[in-house]
């Protein structure tokens, strides 16, 4: 069997860092041979940082769509789309010779579809018995892009408060509205079971969130399987567009300074001491 390499950045709770560990932990489950190849964290799985020729030639890398190329010089690679190519960096385009699967068809409609569920309802749930009394907004990707009568008095939700997801998931509960610039986030969902009514934020006015959640995931475990059954038959043989080792190091570094510096700590001061780049050097 070929064993998995999953390019990810350091785990945190954003969904689609979640979703790759996720992957990490589906496969292990059904007895392949999987990595991450990030940071250490408090994340419980098998990470690698050491990638030799004979896993390159032979075995399987995925990488999601912020980054950029194939910096560990794989044959085999694997194009997991966690949301619009090119919107958080990486590339608009992908090579031939890369198998491509997109957690949802919006996305990218030319891949295979392989959503994984990360929803937690033992955190995220209503409770009749609390008031709600809260009003919350969220931005995260699109950006904070338009203003609204009373958004001042509303609290806001991003990537570093609540500090945890127990705590986000007892503030859904106290929220009677949540309002959201992000039209593409599963705090959308864990919203909508905790009991709240959302809200897309539109140029001129507000939507109503509508969920999809139950057709997304419908066949999530025949997606699985086929994702299985395509990479473990990849062979792919032919020139791959070689990279020099400076060029390798320079986006595996830009990939992780896009996600951390711009979408979790937008802070330069914690982007230098969280990203350790001496991490991602490749050996071999």
């Known amino acids: 069997m070929k064993k998995y390499i999953i390019f990810a950045p350091k785990f945190t709770r954003n969904n689609g860092v979640q979703v790759l560990y996720k992957l990490w932990e589906k496969l292990t489950q059904k007895g392949y041979d ?11 799985c098998k990470y690698i940082s050491h990638i030799t020729p004979e896993m390159r030639k032979n075995d399987i890398v995925v990488y999601p769509e912020i980054v950029s190329f194939n910096p560990l010089q794989f044959q085999n690679v694997v194009r997991y789309i966690l949301f619009y190519p090119n919107k958080n960096g990486g590339q608009e385009k992908y090579e031939d010779y890369e198998v491509k699967f997109t957690y949802n068809p919006i996305f990218y409609p030319d891949a295979y579809k392989l959503p994984i569920q990360t929803l937690d309802t033992n955190v995220f749930y209503f409770d009749s018995t609390i008031k709600k009394d809260k009003t919350c907004y969220f931005v995260h990707k699109r950006g904070k892009w338009r203003t609204f009568p009373g958004i001042e008095n509303m609290i806001e939700i991003n990537m570093e408060f609540p500090a945890t997801k ?19 986030t599963q705090l959308l969902e864990e919203a909508l079971i905790c009991g709240c009514d959302v809200k897309i934020v539109l140029e001129n006015g507000f939507e109503d969130y509508h969920s999809s959640y139950n057709e997304l995931y419908a066949d999530e475990e025949k997606d699985f399987e086929n994702f299985i059954k395509i990479t473990q038959n990849m062979n792919y043989t032919g020139k791959i567009k070689k990279l020099s080792l400076g060029t390798r190091k320079y986006i595996m570094k830009e990939t992780i300074k896009a996600f951390f510096y711009k979408y979790i700590f937008k802070n330069k001061e914690k982007y230098t001491k969280h990203f350790n780049r001496k991490q991602y050097l490749i050996h071999g």
């Open 166 to 184: 127990d705590a986000l998931g007892q503030l859904l509960r106290e929220t009677k509205t949540l309002y959201s610039f992000d039209s593409n």
């Open 34 to 44: 999987a990595y991450i190849f990030a940071p250490p964290s408090d994340y419980k």
